[in-house]
């Protein structure tokens, strides 16, 4: 085997950054950095769950429990499923299974950056999100069909960018970035 390769077997777990390619062939990088039994982080169990039709891998952190602000996010969306037809006095109608795995990317994505949103139910079985933060807003609706749109204000810079029904994933993470720059 070689060093490159014994290298990747050993930082494959470890909590320490794995050196840059270059120096890979330098014994005296390679000495310096090989992390110990006691420095490598063992890896976590992940657990699968089906959650409204959705596959969801979890892999716990440090405190090995479900996090929180996730877990409200998903009884919301339950309550979304819950609903009855008309809901909202016109012909609004409950969640639908092809909104679902969008709005849990966006959850998932939202915790990771600590930006937790308010969450409520658009007429078409869709799922809308908004955050908040002074002068900054940002909405995301997931629609019943499962398409994307956006819409990011910054009242302090006058700046103001809106994504079409049917953008796509990445536009609208690229907003979601953009709110969570200016937070």
Same mark, same amino acid.
């Given at each position: %085997?070689?060093?490159? +390769? &014994? @290298? *990747?077997?050993?930082?494959? *777990?470890? !909590? ?5 390619? $270059?120096? %890979? ?16 982080? =063992? ?12 596959? #969801?891998? /979890?892999? $716990? ?8 602000? #996730?877990?409200?996010?998903?009884? =919301?969306?339950?309550?979304? +499923? +819950?609903?009855?037809?008309? /809901? *909202? ?7 639908? &299974?092809? !909104?679902?795995?969008? !709005?849990? &990317? @966006?959850?998932?994505?939202?915790? &990771?950056?600590?930006?937790? $949103?308010?969450?409520? $139910?658009?007429? *078409? ?5 908004? /955050? ?7 909405? @995301?609706?997931? +629609? ?27 536009? #609208? %993470? ?10």
């Amino acid at each position: %085997m070689s060093n490159a +390769a &014994q @290298i *990747d077997d050993l930082w494959e *777990d470890s !909590a320490v950054s794995a050196p840059p390619r $270059p120096y %890979m062939d330098t014994n005296r990088w390679l000495q310096a950095v090989v992390p110990t039994k006691s420095r490598q982080r =063992k890896a976590r169990e992940a657990h699968e769950f089906e959650f409204l039709g959705v596959k #969801v891998t /979890w892999t $716990p952190d440090a405190s090995g429990e479900f996090p929180e602000p #996730v877990f409200e996010r998903l009884a =919301k969306l339950l309550e979304f +499923a +819950a609903l009855d037809d008309g /809901w *909202d006095s016109y012909a609004g109608v409950s969640l639908k &299974q092809t !909104a679902v795995k969008p !709005a849990l &990317q @966006i959850i998932f994505c939202s915790y &990771q950056r600590a930006c937790e $949103p308010r969450l409520h $139910p658009l007429p *078409d079985g869709g799922v809308g999100f908004r /955050w908040a933060n002074g002068l900054r807003e940002l909405e @995301i609706d997931v +629609a019943g069909t499962g398409e994307l749109e956006g819409l990011f204000v910054n009242c302090e810079t006058e700046d103001e960018v809106e994504l079409p029904l049917g953008s796509s994933s990445a536009e #609208v %993470m690229g907003l979601f970035e953009k709110y969570s720059l200016n937070r």
